[in-house]
């Protein structure tokens, strides 16, 4: 209807050339083509919207492209997605997907965040999430996390026990060893790796890295070509979170 208005308004116009008032025709024409073309813009993004939304829940099946984990972890947050992000830094295959999560963070909406969790596999990698927790509450993550990882596999250095690392930290970025040590050893991080290793176990993690999305989805590797894989998988569940939190209004 809005088209055919349009064509009858052009003829009319060009049908009364000498009329008085062809300004005012003029004005009418340019006000109705200005009211289809926005019509048919809206029109067009709705249709793109839900063409993108289903092609996404189309690629991104749960079962096949990521596993639901249940019951879900609380996170404790309401206004947040969190994306934990499960690691050891003796760990080869984290080391190399640090770029990989260095885009992800960079990339995250300003309604979600990253949560470090360093694992405890073994006894020989307590000293390192006492590291990581000691990074945090030093302010020294953006530092020393990708510089722990360089350190031991591009530079093979070998880290027995925690004194070992403050001594390393104390020399690479100029912090007090002793107040690294009194902090790697407070009941403070103590506290934070054994929840750690409830996180883990609740979760369900049984390797590293390993990616989970507001406690409740995790990509499924198997099923994934590469890493870049998992980075857009995890993209989709935290939007997918998002609109379900009711955070994108």
Same mark, same amino acid.
């Given at each position: 209807?809005?088209?055919?208005?349009?064509?009858f308004a052009?003829?009319?116009?060009?049908?009364?050339?000498?009329?008085?008032?062809?300004?005012?025709?003029?004005?009418?024409?340019?006000?109705?083509?200005?009211?289809? !073309?926005?019509?048919?813009?809206?029109?067009?993004?709705?249709?793109?919207?839900?063409?993108?939304?289903?092609?996404?829940?189309?690629?991104?099946?749960?079962?096949?492209?990521?596993?639901? !984990?249940?019951?879900?972890?609380?996170?404790?947050?309401?206004?947040?997605?969190?994306?934990?992000?499960?690691?050891?830094?003796?760990?080869?295959?984290? #080391?190399?997907?640090?770029?990989?999560?260095?885009?992800?963070?960079?990339?995250?909406?300003?309604?979600?965040?990253?949560?470090?969790?360093?694992?405890?596999?073994?006894?020989?990698?307590?000293?390192?999430?006492?590291?990581?927790?000691?990074?945090?509450?030093?302010?020294?993550?953006?530092?020393?996390?990708?510089?722990?990882?360089?350190?031991?596999?591009?530079?093979?250095?070998?880290?027995r026990t925690?004194?070992? !690392? #403050?001594?390393?930290?104390?020399?690479?970025?100029?912090?007090?060893?002793?107040?690294?040590?009194?902090?790697?050893?407070?009941?403070?991080?103590?506290?934070?790796?054994?929840?750690?290793?409830?996180?883990?176990? #609740?979760?369900?993690?049984?390797?590293?890295?390993?990616?989970?999305?507001?406690?409740?989805?995790?990509?499924?590797?198997?099923?994934?070509?590469?890493?870049?894989?998992? !980075?857009?998988?995890?993209?989709?569940?935290?939007?997918?979170?998002?609109?379900?939190?009711?955070?994108?209004?």
């Amino acid at each position: 209807m809005k088209k055919l208005t349009l064509i009858f308004a052009v003829m009319l116009f060009w049908g009364c050339s000498h009329a008085q008032d062809e300004d005012a025709a003029k004005e009418a024409v340019a006000a109705e083509a200005k009211e289809v !073309i926005a019509e048919t813009v809206d029109t067009a993004k709705e249709q793109a919207t839900a063409q993108v939304k289903q092609t996404l829940n189309a690629d991104y099946q749960p079962g096949i492209h990521y596993q639901v !984990i249940n019951p879900a972890w609380d996170t404790g947050q309401e206004d947040k997605v969190v994306v934990y992000e499960f690691f050891g830094y003796l760990c080869p295959h984290c #080391a190399t997907f640090e770029p990989y999560m260095k885009k992800l963070q960079t990339e995250l909406p300003a309604e979600a965040e990253l949560v470090r969790v360093p694992v405890v596999f073994y006894p020989q990698w307590k000293p390192y999430a006492q590291a990581y927790y000691t990074f945090e509450a030093m302010g020294l993550v953006d530092q020393a996390h990708e510089g722990m990882f360089n350190a031991i596999h591009q530079h093979k250095k070998q880290f027995r026990t925690i004194e070992e !690392i #403050a001594v390393w930290v104390a020399s690479s970025y100029g912090v007090d060893k002793d107040k690294f040590l009194s902090t790697a050893k407070s009941f403070m991080v103590d506290g934070q790796i054994r929840k750690g290793m409830q996180m883990m176990q #609740a979760m369900g993690v049984s390797s590293t890295p390993t990616l989970v999305t507001n406690g409740k989805f995790t990509p499924n590797a198997k099923s994934l070509k590469s890493r870049n894989d998992l !980075i857009e998988v995890t993209d989709y569940l935290v939007d997918m979170e998002i609109e379900n939190m009711g955070l994108n209004k």
